[in-house]
């Protein structure tokens, strides 16, 4: 039984993940370069807490003097990676199950905003597809986690919420797991404007949605999964 139990707590820490670098304009940058890193890998579970916005509490994140410039229009790459040193191939538990998701939000200072509160909108998701979870995805590509920006938002410097979220225990409330770093961005070569409908961190998000408390196991190919959070923003 001990060892049952050692090798349990070991396949449940390989499990965890972090958005450690991002790929933007043909260039990957450093990992932890303008992104707001945590040590530990862990996720939050709390849907009400304000870590969810961008992390922090149990996993404190360092802060990044560094923003990335990333053009309006192209597509960006969220790298995910099981420990801020792992390789491609220890991204996150295969068993981990679940939708991936990004946001942005128009900030005046990206290095400093908390990204606590309203002026979210959605710009990816990818849920459950004929059997294949959005988790599943990143993980056989390596951890690449493919987000385009909208072309039709103005210039400037916004942070980007990347996000997995795991269900293997999401049949109980509060056995979801959420796993989300926040980017800190300056989007050049965009026109328009902030969408009027925005959402908040927390308060997208209810410990009871369908998206959040659900059992992945009852599932077949062709039922249908509410992702959670508003619709994606389209120009």
Same mark, same amino acid.
């Given at each position: 039984? /001990?060892g ?26 450093? &990992?932890?370069?303008? !992104? ?9 579970t709390? &849907?009400t ?17 560094? #923003? ?6 192209s597509? &960006?790459k ?12 220890d #991204? ?12 942005? /939000? ?15 909108? /959605?710009?990816? *998701? ?11 995805? #990143?993980? *056989?590509?390596?951890? *690449?986690?493919?987000?385009?920006i909208?072309?039709?938002?103005? +210039? ?6 990347? *996000?997995? !979220? ?7 409330? $509060? ?5 989300? +770093? ?6 050049? $070569? $965009? %026109? ?13 998000? %209810? ?6 408390? #659900? ?20 120009c």
């Open positions: 039984m /001990k049952f139990a050692l090798l349990a707590a070991a396949s449940a820490a390989s499990a965890h993940t972090i958005f450690v670098q991002l790929e933007a304009d043909g260039t990957r940058h450093p &990992v932890s370069y303008g !992104i707001r890193t945590p040590t530990y890998d862990g996720p939050i709390d &849907v807490s304000n870590d969810v916005a961008c992390n922090g509490g149990p996993n404190p994140t360092t802060p990044s003097s560094d #923003v990335i410039t990333v053009t309006a229009g597509t &960006v969220a790298i995910w990676r099981h420990t801020l040193d792992s390789g491609p191939q #991204v996150m538990d295969a068993s981990h199950k679940g939708p991936t998701l990004a946001y942005l /939000k128009k900030v005046d200072d990206a290095t400093s905003d908390s990204g606590i509160g309203n002026g979210w909108f /959605k710009i990816q *998701e990818d849920g459950y597809n004929n059997g294949q979870w959005g988790t599943s995805t #990143v993980i *056989e590509n390596g951890g *690449e986690h493919s987000i385009t909208p072309s039709c938002i103005p +210039e400037g410097q916004y942070l980007l919420r990347a *996000e997995m !979220i795991a269900l293997h225990g999401a049949g109980s409330q $509060g056995g979801a797991q959420l796993y989300m +770093e926040c980017a800190q961005l300056n989007i050049v $070569g $965009g %026109s328009g404007s902030v969408p009027s409908s925005t959402v908040s961190f927390p308060g997208a998000y %209810s410990a009871s949605d369908p998206g959040i408390l #659900v059992n992945i196991y009852s599932m077949s190919p062709s039922d249908s999964y509410k992702i959670p959070g508003p619709s994606v923003f389209s």
